[in-house]
């Protein structure tokens, strides 16, 4: 079992920054493709971004591209969303997501039910 605990969100002006972290229980995530997803109020849940298990490979949604940045330190068993020029569109809660999966062969990185394992989600909230 996997339990993933994020970290770092909260409120921030508009073109400020944070950084999110997601760190891994009970089991090393070195073998798992990772994710970042966010869910505003009244809306599905979105992909971000995600990284595979190596960290070499990334992938943006188009409307962070250029703002956000995944990274994972796998000795630290831990995942990391950098995000720079925060807008108010950006505000949602943010979660991590995790599979054993290599989806980057599979396919489905963007895909919510691609995943097994989901954090409880921080709240990022980006003022005006």
Not at 32 to 54: D, L
Not at 91 to 104: E, G, I, K, R, S
């Amino acid at each position: 079992q996997v339990q993933l605990v994020e970290s770092g969100g909260g409120l921030v002006q508009g073109g400020g920054s944070l950084r999110l972290s997601c760190a891994g229980l009970g089991r090393t995530l070195s073998g798992f493709t990772m994710g970042w997803f966010r869910q505003a109020p009244g809306k599905e849940r979105e992909f971000v971004a995600a990284i595979t298990r190596s960290g070499v490979t990334t992938d943006y949604t188009d409307s962070v591209k250029g703002r956000f940045t995944i990274t994972r330190d796998n000795a630290k068993n831990t995942m990391y969303l950098q995000m720079n020029s925060l807008r108010p569109e950006d505000t949602a809660v943010y979660y991590c997501a995790a599979d054993p999966n290599n989806l980057w062969v599979e396919g489905g990185w963007r895909v919510t039910t691609r995943y097994d394992y989901w954090g409880q989600g921080t709240q990022v909230t980006v003022s005006s």
